[in-house]
């Protein structure tokens, strides 16, 4: 009963945080300065009236907001502005080639980080500790366009010139092209989840029933994989949904440097072109993508971890 | 046995009779017992090691601090001296030479230190310029962030109640959206510059210290010393000001600490897609967006703001690290 008024709850505030967001979006848009149809050529008053009826910018705001909400409502985005296609469709073609890249980063970045974290802790104060944590603390403070970027020089270029072969740097055919963009996307990510894995790990070992398997006379190898990880991977789970918006806001910079055709090259492009509905459209997209992330994931960490309090609020990042 | 030995010695040595000459006139009677005094008992001999001396004296043996508080140092010296003495300016061109190379000597004598950009502007110049903007962006917007949360959060904290619960539900709702989508929102509206950017910033960033503030304020409220200046009529604001932050002061600087990074990082995105500091003005981001489209055939355009950006986050980070265990040794792993 407690979970269930928990999860009524947390879909209550998921909801309310989302139409804070379209309110926030759509008052954000009404401000921006520019225009968006003073293109090269110049525009009459008359043809102006005539754009600013056809998309609907000649009504008053509160008439605009509701024509929008009940446009959403009906799943409806409206019309990008600038490529005069609907924003539904804009997204619905290049949001997978998004998906696709944040879901194998995210894979990586969880079984590498997982399996660092996991080697430093059990070897915990030699070398191979430090290796992994040296690794950690540069992942974290290299942002992931730079990573892109020095991928891009060592694997492509400098590649080239020693073992004439490279990784090609540019578009999303063929798993060539997705492996340099994967790893500059996971990078940070990767490091992150290695350092918690680690933390998490250590605690784990120095619990009593790790003794007591210990003593029971099991290998290293089944107590770290049969006790010690299940329970050390848990927090894991906790920083996926942040982790979601990192590798969100990643792609919109991966994907410009890798000139691939997701949805976050086409949010930089819509923010400098000026595009109301698009950039609106996006952002709400987004916004809607990571509150539900965030929702499933604390959800989810109520059934994997029945110890902590649903009643309580959500776990700091 | 050498032990007793020693102690019969001592005892013999101690005997009045053979310490004494002869013919001195001093008698067991001329001694009096003097017992304690009052006043010498209560010294402390040793001067007290205050809270603040004893986190530095643990910061002092982590070696690691200490270089990233160094490297700091020498950054911060570098970016305020080097725009002043510069022969140069951020924005004067020397198009004969562009895109030189490192240690580059123009006819004039004047030396490019780390080269020139596309439109021949030194980059030594621009780079410390830059480092100095994203620095102050950084700690401004982090500073800006800390003041509203600490007293958003310590507001909530302390009153409790429904004042609490409606504070913190306006929190939960502002918090599930990411605060880079509201930034590039934000900064979209403003004219773009240094400020906005700070501004646009800070309306989102205070989220975090302000949940902190008042976890750490709910948690000190019940303990005794609060209960005890309540009890003598302090009012709310002498108790949040000079009981509730003093006690908060470890955790927020470690907080702060590790929030510059990442405004660093923010600072660098949204100069990267082009939300940040207008150009031509340097900042590391911009440096680091205009190395990215050259860097295939000049590296170091690239590289040189990505190491400073990158050591400058590193340092932040172990820094940080080394002043929560020095700060509370309670968390020390």
């Not at chain 1, 269930?4 to 209550?12: E, P, Q, T, V």
């Not at chain 1, 933390?199 to 029933?209: A, E």
Request: overall charge positive; hydrophobic content about 50%.
């Amino acid at each position: 009963m407690a979970l269930l008024s928990y999860i009524l709850k947390r879909i209550g505030y998921a909801a309310l945080t989302v139409f804070f967001l379209m309110v926030l979006t759509f008052l954000m848009m009404q401000l921006l300065p520019g225009n968006p149809f003073l293109g090269d050529k110049a525009i009459s008053q008359v043809t102006m009236d005539a754009l600013y009826a056809k998309y609907g910018l000649d009504k008053p705001l509160w008439e605009q907001f509701l024509i929008y909400m009940n446009n959403f409502l009906h799943g409806d985005l409206g019309l990008s502005i600038k490529y005069n296609r609907p924003v539904n469709t804009i997204i619905a073609d290049s949001f997978p080639y998004s998906a696709e890249l944040g879901i194998r980063a995210l894979v990586f970045a969880a079984c590498f980080g997982v399996g660092l974290g996991v080697i430093a802790a059990i070897k915990r104060n030699t070398g191979w500790d430090s290796a992994a944590i040296t690794l950690a603390v540069i992942g974290v403070s290299i942002p992931s366009f730079i990573m892109g970027a020095l991928l891009q020089y060592l694997f492509a270029v400098k590649f080239r010139a020693w073992f004439g072969f490279g990784l090609p740097t540019m578009g999303w055919k063929g798993e060539a092209t997705k492996i340099l963009p994967t790893l500059a996307l996971c990078f940070g990510t990767m490091a992150t989840v290695a350092r918690l894995t680690r933390t998490s790990m250590l605690d784990v070992l120095g619990q009593d029933y790790i003794k007591t398997a210990r003593a029971k006379g099991l290998t290293d190898s089944e107590i770290v994989g049969r006790h010690a990880l299940r329970n050390a991977i848990l927090p894991v789970v906790t920083i996926l949904g942040p982790t979601a918006a990192t590798l969100l806001t990643g792609t919109f910079v991966v994907e410009s440097i890798f000139n691939i055709p997701g949805l976050g090259q086409f949010f930089v492009k819509s923010i400098r072109e000026n595009d109301y509905t698009m950039i609106a459209g996006t952002t709400v997209f987004y916004g809607i993508f990571l509150v539900a992330a965030t929702l499933v994931v604390d959800i989810l960490y109520g059934f994997i971890d029945p110890r902590i309090k649903l009643t309580g609020s959500r776990r700091e990042s | 046995m050498s032990m007793s030995k020693a102690k019969n010695a001592a005892k013999a040595a101690f005997e009045p009779e053979k310490l004494l000459p002869i013919d001195c006139d001093l008698s067991a009677e001329d001694f009096a017992h003097v017992g304690p005094d009052a006043e010498r008992r209560d010294e402390i001999v040793r001067p007290s090691i205050s809270y603040w001396r004893d986190a530095m004296r643990r910061l002092k043996e982590n070696k690691v601090a200490v270089a990233c508080m160094i490297f700091l140092v020498v950054l911060i010296l570098f970016a305020l001296i080097v725009p002043l003495v510069s022969p140069y300016t951020m924005s004067e061109q020397h198009l004969q030479h562009p895109n030189e190379p490192m240690f580059f000597r123009a006819e004039d004598g004047h030396m490019h230190i780390f080269g020139t950009d596309d439109l021949g502007r030194d980059l030594f110049m621009r780079l410390w310029l830059g480092t100095r903007t994203s620095l102050y962006i950084a700690v401004s917007v982090v500073v800006i962030n800390l003041l509203i949360g600490v007293i958003y959060g310590a507001l909530a904290g302390y009153f409790g109640g429904w004042i609490d619960n409606i504070m913190m539900r306006f929190i939960e709702i502002i918090i599930g959206i990411p605060y880079l989508i509201i930034v590039i929102l934000l900064s979209m509206i403003m004219k773009s510059g240094v400020t906005s950017l700070i501004i646009a910033y800070a309306i989102v960033g205070w989220v975090g210290s302000a949940r902190l503030t008042r976890g750490q304020v709910l948690s000190l409220r019940t303990q005794e010393f609060i209960i005890a200046a309540h009890a003598l009529g302090s009012s709310p604001w002498r108790l949040i000001g000079s009981h509730i932050v003093p006690n908060l002061l470890s955790v927020l600087i470690v907080n702060l600490t590790l929030a510059i990074p990442s405004a660093i990082f923010t600072e660098a995105f949204l100069s990267y897609i082009g939300l940040g500091v207008p150009l031509p003005h340097p900042s590391l981001g911009n440096l680091a967006q205009e190395g990215t489209l050259r860097f295939m055939f000049y590296p170091q355009q690239l590289l040189l703001p990505a190491i400073v950006i990158s050591l400058t986050m590193l340092s932040f980070n172990m820094l940080g690290d080394g002043l929560r265990d020095a700060l509370d040794p309670r968390l020390r792993t």
